[in-house]
């Protein structure tokens, strides 16, 4: 899980640019950054770090948010739904936060990509498989799974490095899934599990 950054890191995450995320700090403050998982570094010179889509989420906290500065839950962390959650919060907050947070990976993709092309996956997303493909879902609208429950969707990693599984009970929402995920730049497969005869999306992120 991503850590909450420490007052001084939350500084130069609020002094980021605002519309590429580009941050400046020292090597330390960055270096840290990268590790809880709110920054990347570019891999074309000159190197620059910038926000991932958990970095540009805390930039951009719920109103309720900054007036209860000193709660426990103040400052979390954005993270996907990749269901099975106990009890998720939802509503128009939640609305909010999922699309920062999908328009956040947009830019990412858009700088981050040597074409800038903003219709398929970028390095950020290669390396956080499980979160990027449940965000390109909860943000299309699609309910995840609540605990042991049998309806909704459930994103999980799989032996394959470079792929997703996710499972939906019921067969149009798994067809309705596989079409958000190919329009979000994923290639996509259903398959069947040879024990259950479960139906299950194989998702990969597209390359070109």
Do not use: K
């Not at 699309?99 to 390396?127: F, I, K, Y």
């Not at 390109?136 to 309806?151: F, N, Q």
């Not at 958000?180 to 599990?193: I, M």
Request: proline share 10%; net charge positive.
């Amino acid at each position: 899980m991503t850590r909450v950054p420490t007052a001084a890191q939350r500084r130069v995450i609020d002094a980021a640019d605002p519309v590429t995320g580009r941050l400046r700090g020292t090597p330390a403050q960055l270096a840290a950054l990268v590790g809880r998982g709110l920054a990347f570094r570019h891999p074309r010179p000159p190197h620059d770090h910038f926000l991932t889509p958990a970095g540009h989420r805390l930039r951009t906290p719920e109103p309720a948010e900054a007036e209860r500065s000193e709660a426990p839950e103040a400052g979390r962390v954005f993270a996907a739904r990749i269901g099975g959650e106990e009890r998720p919060e939802g509503g128009p907050a939640r609305a909010r936060e999922v699309h920062s947070a999908w328009q956040g990976l947009l830019e990412l993709r858009r700088m981050t990509n040597a074409d800038g092309a903003v219709d398929r996956p970028c390095a950020w997303e290669r390396g956080h498989l499980v979160q990027a493909a449940a965000l390109a879902l909860e943000a299309a609208g699609h309910p995840p799974a609540e605990g042991d429950g049998e309806e909704g969707y459930r994103v999980r990693a799989t032996p394959q490095p470079d792929a997703v599984a996710v499972r939906e009970p019921d067969g149009a929402r798994l067809r309705a899934c596989a079409a958000t995920l190919e329009g979000a730049g994923w290639q996509v497969g259903e398959h069947t599990e040879p024990r259950t005869r479960a139906r299950y999306l194989l998702a990969s992120p597209r390359r070109a």
